[in-house]
């Protein structure tokens, strides 16, 4: 029940019609006996100061960031934890002593996910990442603190692209290598390890969509994509076809969650609950992710 004591926390982004966050959280804050709420708001990007200066005077815990916003957002901080810094984008805000401190759990999920769920040395390995954004970055950071052999990065904005290429370099060794958006550049993704779709290409408006040509697929491939609603993209589904390794974002959403948990209570995440919880959420979910 909601009442004087209710602490929120809100997801800014948009579209948000895919996201299974908060049946997720909210089933983790019973489970936890906290008196909190988590609930969407579909925002833009030149939204996001009104918004957040309303969060300000609220009782909200934090908030949470998807796209298109999680680099826009740290312009709105007070500051950000130094993972978040170096990623370059945020996908979790807490409000503490009035400060909004920026940080981004999205590169946690991931390293736990591609743990768990394949038995890829990364050190050893190469990566085609296309998507520049903010997951991609989260996703690419997070390879480059691992120690990956090299990554390459592409975006459909070469200017994004090369900007992140810049930021790893800087931050974690000259390991990345910008991809331009052109004819050819997918010669890069077929002498990978590792495919990535950080594009958000294969949901709703784009379900019949890859960012990948099927043709440069090969079954040596572990194809990875950050989108779990549909839980099999365009491009997993042809991935899976050619015998590849394929994984989605569930695993990524369910410990970044538990990540933003640790953030905003201070308390380890009940990570069966949140599993069984994203497991009935799935059952329920038409294969297009409608």
């Known amino acids: 029940m909601i009442n004087i004591n209710t602490r929120f926390i809100t997801l800014l982004g948009k579209p948000l019609h895919q996201s299974f966050s908060a049946r997720m959280q909210n089933a983790a804050y019973k489970a936890m006996g906290k008196n909190m709420l ?15 200066r309303g969060i300000r005077n609220m009782p909200f815990a934090g908030f949470a960031v998807t796209k298109p916003n999680k680099v826009e957002v740290l312009k709105h901080l007070d500051e950000a934890d130094p ?21 981004n759990t ?21 990566f085609f990442s296309a998507g520049a954004g903010g997951a991609g970055r989260a996703i690419s950071c997070a390879l480059a603190m691992d120690g990956a052999k090299k990554i390459y990065v592409y975006d459909k904005i070469d200017s994004r692209a090369e900007d992140l290429v810049s930021d790893i370099n800087k931050n974690y060794g000259r390991i990345a290598e910008f991809v331009p958006f052109e004819e050819g550049a997918m010669q890069k ?21 890859s960012p990948f040509p099927e043709e ?10 950050a989108t779990y609603n549909p839980t099999q993209t365009c491009f997993l589904r042809q991935a899976a076809a050619k015998g ?41 979910v038409p294969e297009a992710g409608i």
């Open 83 to 103: 993972l978040c810094k170096s990623i370059g984008a945020c996908n979790t805000v807490a409000i503490r002593d009035g400060r909004l401190i920026g940080f």
């Open 244 to 284: 590849c390794v394929t994984v989605n974002g569930i695993g990524m959403l369910l410990h970044q969650g538990a990540a933003q948990i640790k953030i905003w209570t201070g308390e380890d995440a009940p990570l069966e609950v949140m599993s069984k919880e994203l497991a009935d959420v799935l059952a329920g």
């Open 38 to 52: 988590y609930f969407y708001t579909e925002a833009e990007e030149s939204q996001l100061e009104d918004i957040i």
């Open 106 to 126: 999205d590169s946690i999920g991931f390293a736990v996910s591609i743990k768990e769920e394949t038995d890829i040395d990364i050190t050893k390995s190469t």
């Open 189 to 209: 993704a077929m002498a990978s390890d590792m495919l990535i779709n950080a594009t958000g290409v294969g949901m709703k408006e784009t379900i019949d969509q």
């Open 216 to 225: 440069i697929i090969r079954p040596q491939h572990i194809c990875y994509d």
